[in-house]
């Protein structure tokens, strides 16, 4: 069984909330628009678990899901991934792009163009990160996928019945009235890797590092 | 009277070369851009066009761009370059300084490619 103490739990989520700052201020200038985004819930559940949680989430049936993930490696090994609802991505590459470009070039590069988002997030998160954990952390080329979460988690990681760190961020883009979130998905291995650097943490935050 | 400059832009997604275009396109519509999909693209294009700025994504398919920039910068030691990236790592920061290459956060905004530009506008 895997625990926290309260302090790394509570240095956890600030650690979480500093990197989701840094993203939705990305998001915000991709967007050009205001992003309000929650403090980060944790939960140390199945990965079966985690995928129901995301898609239970707004509707009786499971939402169809578009879905960016990076693989990180170093201080800690991690799966990033950015969801939207899949009805709302080609709005989201509008938002991006500007209204100058043809509906026909913009469906044509909306796959291409959310990859690029979510690399532009999940980077901004993940390598505020490593910026507080002064360690680097590698990250892969972003893959797009869409399905339901439960798909999307599938095919991101290990088996349903593996133990996971779910943190997972809602954020909603006011005027457009656009939910995602974003979600941190890591193994045992990665946990203890992950607990380490929290502790570092700890320790030059108290001057004892 | 300025001269006209060429810009390379050195990205895999088609969408950011596509924003960084028309940034430049709408700052000095008489520069020429020269796009390139991946670091190797990058060094045969530096070659044939002579740049006068690089603008270098990181995270890329193949040769990465702090590989080719490293690349550029023994060929072309006083080409301009810089990084335009997500990867916004201290370690991306000081190994770009370490390069002598400039850093600028992606998102690609207008205001971001303005200050890229501003050196050569003074050129």
Known sequence: MFNLTELENDALIEIFN??????AASMSA????????????????????????LGARDA?????????????????????ILMFPEDKSLEIVRLMVGESVPLKELTEMEQEAMCEIGNIILNSCVGTLANIFQHELEG??????????????????????TVVLMLHIDFLLEKHQIHGYVAFVLDIT???????????????????A | MMQAKTVLIVDDSRVSRMMARQYIGGLHADWTVVEAATGEE????AR????D?????????????????????????????????????????????????GFVEKPITEARIALLLSPLEAA
Not at chain 1, 18 to 23: D, E, L, P, R, Y
């Open chain 1, 18 to 23: 500093i990197g989701v700052g840094q993203a």
């Open chain 1, 30 to 53: 991709i967007v050009h628009e205001a992003v309000h985004m929650s403090v980060p819930s944790i939960s140390f559940i199945p990965r079966a678990e985690a995928a129901r949680l």
């Open chain 1, 60 to 80: 009786a049936e499971p939402e169809r899901i578009c879905g960016i993930s990076q693989h990180y490696q170093g201080a800690f090994e991690t799966e990033a």
């Open chain 1, 140 to 161: 892969s080329l972003p893959q797009y996928h869409l399905g339901t979460s439960d798909e999307i988690l599938t095919a991101t990681g290990s088996g349903a019945d």
């Open chain 1, 190 to 208: 990665a946990l203890h890797d992950l607990k380490d650097q929290i502790n570092l943490y700890i320790a030059r935050a108290m001057g004892q």
């Open chain 2, 42 to 45: 990058s060094l045969l294009k």
């Open chain 2, 48 to 51: 044939e066009v002579a740049p």
């Open chain 2, 53 to 101: 700025l690089v603008l270098m994504d990181v995270n890329m398919p193949g040769m990465g761009g702090i590989a080719a920039a490293e690349l550029l910068r023994q060929e072309f030691p006083a080409m301009p370059i810089s990084l335009l990236t997500a990867n916004v790592q201290t370690a991306t920061r000081e190994r770009a300084a370490a390069m002598g290459v």
